[in-house]
Structures are given as structure tokens and as C-alpha cells.
């Protein structure tokens, strides 16, 4: 799931999201990019208990890695 929160989530959204990886729990690997760190998420998804839903799933089995530096896009040609 690519930029997540470049938009704006809606909570219904939200529990989409979470139904998503509830789904995917321990059976699927999923992959999220993002430049909000996990302590917004419970702004970002406007509930606090959504984010913490989703964040349960997502970090029992986590690998994560924080990318420094500029970004590729933003190279000039």
C-alpha cells in the first residue's frame, strides 16, 4: 500500500484497512510506504483505536526500514 495518508483517510476507509490486514494476519506479507511516523497514525486514520487495531496487526511479525535522503523524484533532470 503505497503513500499511505498522501490523502486524506476517511473512517470507513480506515476499517477497510484494518479488515484488509485482519484478512492478510500471519497468512500474506503486505507492505506499506508512508512519511507519517506510526505515533500519527491515530490522527491519520481519525481514531485512535483504528490505528491501534491496525497497528497490532501490522507490527507483530515487522521488519521496518526508515529510508533517509532525498527522494529519486525529487532529482532534477
Do not use: C
Not at 45 to 63: N, Q, W
Amino acid at each position: 500500500i503505497d503513500e499511505i495518508g498522501y490523502l486524506p483517510i476517511q473512517r470507513h476507509e480506515a476499517d477497510l484497512i484494518f479488515q484488509l490486514l485482519n484478512m492478510r494476519y500471519e497468512t500474506h506479507s503486505t507492505i506499506f510506504t508512508t512519511n507519517i511516523s506510526l505515533s500519527g497514525w491515530g490522527e491519520l486514520f481519525r481514531s485512535p483505536e483504528t490505528a491501534a487495531a491496525i497497528l497490532d496487526r501490522m507490527v507483530h511479525h515487522v521488519k521496518i526500514y526508515k529510508i533517509k535522503g532525498k527522494s529519486y523524484r525529487m532529482k532534477q533532470t
